[in-house]
C-alpha cells in the first residue's frame, strides 16, 4: 500500500557563513546543485522564504526598483509584484499569496529550507489495475477539449463546446465535431466542466443538451469562482448540477471513480481531472497552468493536455485569405462566421 503520509523535503541549505551574510530584507539564493532559486526576506532575526517563482505563470523574480521599502519584487514575465515581508501579491492587488517555505535553523546556527508536502489524495484506498478487455474503455476526440470517455458501461464527457463561437465571437472550432455530438452528450452518465471559460462551459451547447436530457450529471469542482456563476443569466435549464470538493474520489459505480483538483497558479478557477476506472488512471490537466500545484500522480494509463495557450480574443486575426477592409465589411455575419472558422484558428486556439 502507497504512504500517505506527509513528507519533508529539504530544498536549501546554509552554513552559518551564509547565513550571518544575509542582508537585512530581500535575499535572492540560490541552490548551486539543484540550479532552483529562493527567495530570503530578513527582519531582524526573523527569517521567510520562498521559492523565486511567480504563481501567475512561473516567471523569475527581481528587485523591484519602484520599491522604495525594500520589501517588494517583481517578475520578468508580466510585472506581477509580491511583497515578500507578507507573502501577498500587490499587483494586481488581492490576489494570491505566496507559498511560504518552513526555515529552520540547525545547532551550529546554518539555516535550512523546507518544503512540507501533504499526502496524494489519489493515494487514498489504491486500487490495482485489472485486466481490460479489447474495446472495453474507448476514448473519442469530438473537438476542442471536448472528449468521451467510454468506460465498461459509463460514458464520461469533458468539457463540451461543439456549437455556436467562444470569447464574444474570437474563437471558433477547429475541428468540426462529429453529426452525433448531441445524442452522446445524452448518453452521458456523467459531464465534468473544468472551468467557466466559454470554451470550455459553452452555454450555446448546454442549452441544446438541456432540451433534450436537462437532468444530466453535471460535476464541477468547488472553485472560489463558480463555474455556473452565469447560470440563471443564461436561460439554460439544467437541473443536476453537482460542485464537488477537491481531492475527494467521487464513486461512480465499483469501478469508476474520478477526482477533481484545482490549478496551482489559478485555484480560484481553472481545475482538472483524474478518471480511474479498474485501477487505471486517465489525467486530464486541461488548461491548468500549474496542476495540482506540480504534484501528479505517476504511471498514469493516459494523459490529457493542452498544447497552445497565451490566447486571448481579441484582437482578431486573419490569414490564408485576400481579405481587405471593405471586403470585411462588405460580408455578412454567416460569410464572416465562415472566414473565421476557415482562417482565424492557429493563434487563438486553446487546447
Avoid at 481553472?270 to 488512471?281: A, L, M, P, Q, S
Avoid at 480574443?313 to 455575419?333: C, E, V
Wanted: hydrophobic fraction near 35%; charged fraction near 25%.
Amino acid at each position: 500500500m502507497s504512504s500517505i503520509e506527509q513528507t519533508t523535503e529539504i530544498l536549501l541549505c546554509l552554513s552559518p557563513a551564509e547565513a550571518a551574510n544575509l542582508k537585512e530584507g530581500i535575499n535572492f539564493v540560490r541552490n548551486k546543485s539543484t540550479g532552483k532559486d529562493y527567495i530570503l526576506f530578513k527582519n531582524k532575526s526573523r527569517l521567510k522564504a520562498c521559492k523565486n517563482m511567480c504563481k501567475h505563470q512561473g516567471g523569475l523574480f527581481i528587485k523591484d526598483i519602484e520599491d522604495l521599502n525594500g520589501r517588494s519584487v517583481k517578475c520578468t514575465k508580466h510585472n506581477w509584484k509580491l511583497d515578500v515581508s507578507s507573502m501577498k501579491y500587490i499587483n494586481p492587488p488581492g490576489s494570491f499569496c505566496q507559498d511560504e517555505l518552513v526555515v529552520e535553523k540547525d545547532e551550529e546556527n546554518g539555516v535550512l529550507l523546507l518544503e512540507l508536502n501533504p499526502p496524494n489524495p489519489w493515494d487514498s484506498e489504491p486500487r490495482s489495475p485489472e485486466d481490460l478487455a479489447f474495446g472495453e474503455v474507448q476514448i473519442t476526440y469530438l473537438t476542442h477539449a471536448c472528449m468521451d470517455l467510454k468506460l465498461g458501461d459509463k460514458r464520461m464527457v469533458f468539457d463540451p463546446w461543439l456549437i455556436g463561437p467562444a470569447f464574444a465571437r474570437g474563437w471558433w472550432l477547429l475541428h468540426e465535431p462529429p453529426s452525433d455530438w448531441l445524442e452522446r452528450l445524452s448518453l452521458a452518465d456523467l459531464i465534468y466542466i473544468s472551468h467557466m471559460h466559454s470554451d470550455h462551459l459553452s452555454y450555446p451547447t448546454l442549452k441544446k443538451l438541456a432540451e433534450r436530457r436537462p437532468d444530466v450529471p453535471i460535476y464541477v469542482g468547488n472553485t472560489e469562482r463558480p463555474v455556473f456563476w452565469n447560470l440563471n443569466q443564461s436561460g439554460v435549464q439544467l437541473t443536476n448540477i453537482n460542485v464537488v470538493p477537491f481531492g475527494i474520489w467521487q464513486q461512480v459505480d465499483k469501478n469508476l471513480r474520478f477526482m477533481i483538483l484545482m490549478d496551482g497558479v489559478h485555484p480560484e478557477m481553472d481545475t482538472c481531472i483524474i478518471v480511474e476506472y479498474k485501477g487505471h488512471k486517465i489525467l486530464n490537466t486541461v488548461d491548468c497552468t500549474r496542476p495540482n500545484g506540480g504534484r501528479l500522480p505517476m504511471k498514469v494509463a493516459l494523459m490529457m493536455s493542452d498544447f497552445a495557450g497565451g490566447a486571448s480574443g481579441f484582437p482578431m486575426t486573419f490569414s490564408g485569405g485576400k481579405f481587405t477592409g471593405n471586403s470585411l465589411y462588405q460580408n455578412d455575419a454567416k460569410e464572416l462566421a465562415w472566414h473565421f472558422a476557415k482562417c482565424c484558428v492557429n493563434q487563438y486556439k486553446d487546447n
